[in-house]
């Protein structure tokens, strides 16, 4: 007979394995792409950020929220990177206890740009409001 269990779910919708899964991952990949062990000529010499990994719920699958440091070609960048996803995904397994170790699609991370763009709004509209 199946149990009913309440499954504990952060505001994001994934739950607690889902967020340490994907943590665990952040801090690995963060680890090879300082160690600069990729030898991809769009990867040379740039930093990239890893900002997020949102992990599927059957936890076979990431998500890998990616941004260049200094304002590079992020579509360079993400096309390197899923040239380099085998090479990564031999990488984390070595460090990361997993039973399976996810695939990983690479994508932009766009919440700074759009962090940006509600800053500007409110200093414009809180200009507004001081001339009328």
Do not use: C, W
Not at 41 to 68: C, H, I, Y
Not at 92 to 105: D, G, M, T
């Amino acid at each position: 007979m199946k149990r009913n269990r309440p499954q504990s779910a952060s505001p994001g919708g994934q739950s607690q394995r889902q967020l340490r899964v994907g943590e665990m991952l952040r801090h690995a990949l963060s680890a090879i792409l300082n160690r600069g062990d990729l030898r991809d000529p769009d990867l040379a010499g740039k930093s990239v950020t890893v900002t997020e990994v949102r992990m599927s719920p059957d936890l076979r699958n990431a998500t890998v929220f990616v941004q260049p440091l200094g304002g590079g070609d992020a579509t360079k960048v993400i096309a390197a990177l899923g040239r380099a996803e085998p090479f990564l995904k031999r990488q984390v397994a070595s460090e990361v206890e997993l039973r399976y170790v996810p695939s990983f699609s690479f994508t932009p991370d766009t919440s700074f740009d759009h962090a940006n763009r509600i800053d500007a709004l409110l200093k414009d509209a809180a200009r507004s409001e001081g001339r009328d």
